[in-house]
């Protein structure tokens, strides 16, 4: 921290319209010192957070709890203790409480063990449906159930249990009821899908990591990946936690809304960047490091620029819509993101 009156100093030389950097000289102190105050980060006068400081983490786990409404305390004090939080779990299950953050999801029917029917054997269906990339469980059954005029259950009587299971379950990613060798192999069967394709495209089928959920997000599949599948109405889909756009469309996977982003190509630049962190330093870092960037990033003039580029494309987008500001601003957002990524220690530690 720096001396109170330099804070005080700092806020009200920025508010006379002097630079960073000019103020950083002034004061003899770095920018991203003077950036925490700026923002509003720390009060004048307020001590650095300590190493057990929930506030580092605050935004992520909103995000993250957002994301994946099955998502809750255990699952998400194992996230960010591995990124660097040093609080216990009841510590952080207090901080839960404080911001509001409730347990899980309210729709969630609890898991009922399945009595096996006897096995049947089937043939391939006549229809063949070709998974979305990320499609849940209970939806791929039931499009491939409409497709060939079946009732859902005359395909899952002839599945093993666990597609039942997971065919009526909210939480296709939970971890009970874990898959067993060969059922993928039943479902690619009568599908008619290879199994391949089938574990690439649904997430559900990857099985689990033992240390908890895999970091994904609950989105709806990019509407022009749908529509290349004959679908016209909402898919909903398991995305990487990092994962804003389908590169190949060129559309931003708002949380809302989805947003032409041809007419702007460094978000779908930045998009490919992301891909490429998440694969050097793990999902979870980079959500938090885009979070952390993101409280920098939103307002400045280059996302300005490309939210009115934005919705000069699309007709009836409003340019300060949350999703359009977040797209706007994804550039300088990855960008920023990768520099904290690469500066050893730099996440979580401190700001300073
Ligand atoms: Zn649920
Ligand atoms: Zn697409």
Not at 99 to 121: F, L, M, N, S, Y
Not at 133 to 148: D, F, K, P
Request: with cysteine; proline share 9%.
């Amino acid at each position: 921290m720096i001396p109170e009156s330099d804070a005080r100093q700092a806020i009200a030389l920025a508010g006379q319209g002097v630079n960073v950097s000019q103020i950083a000289r002034r004061l003899g102190h770095d920018r991203k010192t003077i950036r925490i105050y700026l923002n509003g980060h720390r009060a004048p006068g307020q001590p650095r957070p300590h190493a057990g400081s929930y506030a580092p983490f605050a935004a992520y786990v909103l995000k993250r709890a957002a994301g994946d409404r099955h998502l809750r305390g255990a699952g998400l004090h194992r996230e960010i203790t591995a990124l660097g939080y040093a609080g216990s779990y009841s510590a952080f299950t207090r901080e839960l409480r404080g911001h509001g953050i409730t347990a899980a999801c309210q729709t969630c029917k609890p898991w009922q063990p399945v009595i096996p029917a006897p096995e049947q054997r089937s043939a391939v269906l006549p229809a063949r449906v070709a998974p979305v990339t990320g499609e849940t469980i209970a939806s791929y059954l039931a499009r491939t159930a409409a497709a060939n005029h079946l009732p859902l259950k005359a395909i899952t009587d002839v599945l093993p249990p666990w597609f039942t299971a997971r065919a009526a379950a909210c939480d296709d990613i939970a971890k009970p009821g874990l898959l067993r060798p060969g059922d993928a192999r039943r479902l690619a069967a009568l599908t008619g899908i290879s199994e391949i394709a089938l574990r690439h495209a649904l997430p559900a089928l990857a099985g689990h990591r033992d240390d908890g959920r895999p970091p994904l997000r609950s989105a709806v599949a990019c509407r022009r990946c749908a529509a290349r599948h004959g679908q016209h109405d909402a898919v909903p889909v398991h995305l990487p936690a990092y994962q804003r756009a389908c590169e190949r469309h060129r559309t931003w996977l708002g949380r809302a809304i989805q947003i032409d982003v041809i007419t702007v190509p460094d978000i779908i630049a930045a998009a490919s960047r992301a891909h490429r962190l998440a694969r050097e330093h793990g999902v979870t870092r980079l959500v938090l490091a885009e979070i952390t960037a993101r409280q920098e990033t939103v307002a400045g003039p280059g996302a300005r620029r490309r939210a009115v580029a934005l919705a000069l494309a699309s007709p009836g987008l409003d340019p300060r819509h949350p999703d359009t500001a977040e797209a706007a601003a994804y550039p300088e957002t990855i960008r920023m993101a990768a520099v904290s990524l690469s500066a050893p220690g730099a996440l979580p530690a401190g700001p300073e």
